[in-house]
């Protein structure tokens, strides 16, 4: 009997000494990674990792400005919508269940109104509010951009067609006049080139694109010039197809690329490592061969543990320290 109750004794002893070591194990785990998430030294600066994440739960349309509930004319719901803000003006989308609606709105007015002429899915449009400039990549990826936005848009009254009295709904839409615009990315015999991720700084002076299979692009808001600055793609229809998200400081001399599926890239710009991006530039052949300014690929691994992709990349207000959304594999045992 007393035999039986040491070997009890000492079962229980050892699963006691099993469920530390796991505890323990997870413990460090955790901390390992708060550690390297925050101890990364990227050059002069030092990121901030806003979120560290186990899960595929972050949300790969990147909002540029920020999420608001907003009442729209015409819908009896108010809708969450991501929305740009700025001088007066709010532009933004929200998803309808089958796709995504943009909106506008005025300080004046409470409510937000469609948008139509332009932009059909989540983040092919960019409105920077500094500049009154919207920046649109269409369904086939190419790019144009329109100065004077708000002198490009028409109000006009719509009506319900199930009403053929058009008694009691109308509701008030806007218009965008997509003629002319002020900048196309194309060659010189007019073939338009494809672009992926789009980023922006904070002060709206420049933006920053993913050239797709051409590199990395550049781009003085002001201006309008566009420099290539890396010849290092991305690869498509390869296997899972990556989503490019970029961010450029103030002064547009740190660019980061990040994304699912895109690693983690800085690069550090200075006027003798651009080029213009025209036909010579933008050449398959000698863009793939070329890498124009300095990059850093960042060593993952030291970065944060099991590192799979970092999203959301953005600079702070002051356009100098870039911060992060990072996600890693969890460990299953």
Not at 62 to 69: A, I, K, L, W
Not at 139 to 158: E, V, W
Request: proline letters at 2%; aromatic letters at 14%.
């Amino acid at each position: 009997m007393r035999a039986g109750f040491e070997r009890e004794r000492q079962a229980l002893f050892v699963k006691l000494l099993i469920l530390i070591s796991v505890s323990l194990f997870f413990l460090l785990v955790v901390l390992d990674n708060a550690a390297l998430a925050y101890d990364f030294s990227w050059g002069n600066k030092r990121p901030v990792v806003e979120y560290v994440s186990d899960g595929d739960n972050v949300d790969l349309n990147q909002c540029h400005g920020s999420y608001q509930v907003e009442t729209v004319e015409s819908e009896s719901v108010p809708q969450r919508i991501c929305m740009t803000s700025g001088s007066g003006i709010r532009f933004g989308n929200y998803h309808t269940g089958y796709g995504y609606q943009h909106v506008i709105g005025f300080s004046f007015d409470s409510k937000v109104y469609k948008f139509s002429g332009l932009c059909g899915l989540a983040d092919d449009c960019l409105y920077l509010p500094e500049t009154n400039i919207l920046v649109n990549r269409d369904a086939y990826n190419h790019l144009t951009i329109y100065r004077n936005f708000l002198g490009r848009l028409t109000s006009h009254l719509s009506f319900d067609a199930k009403d053929l009295n058009h008694v009691g709904l109308s509701h008030i839409d806007y218009n965008f006049d997509t003629s002319n615009p002020d900048y196309i990315f194309s060659r010189s015999d007019g073939y338009m080139w494809a672009v992926g991720g789009i980023g922006v700084s904070s002060n709206h002076h420049w933006l920053v694109f993913e050239f797709r299979s051409r590199g990395i692009g550049l781009m003085n808001v002001d201006t309008l010039e566009m420099k290539h600055i890396s010849g290092n793609f991305l690869s498509y229809d390869t296997g899972m197809n990556p989503i490019a998200e970029l961010a450029v400081s103030n002064d547009g001399r740190d660019v980061v690329v990040a994304g699912w599926n895109s690693g983690l890239t800085m690069l550090e710009v200075d006027s003798g490592c651009t080029e213009d991006a025209n036909d010579q530039s933008m050449d398959y052949f000698r863009a793939n061969g070329a890498h124009f300014c300095a990059n850093s690929q960042i060593d993952t691994e030291a970065f944060v543990n099991r590192f799979k992709y970092a999203t959301q990349p953005k600079f702070d207000r002051s356009g100098g320290r870039p911060h992060i959304v990072s996600q890693y594999f969890p460990c299953y045992f």
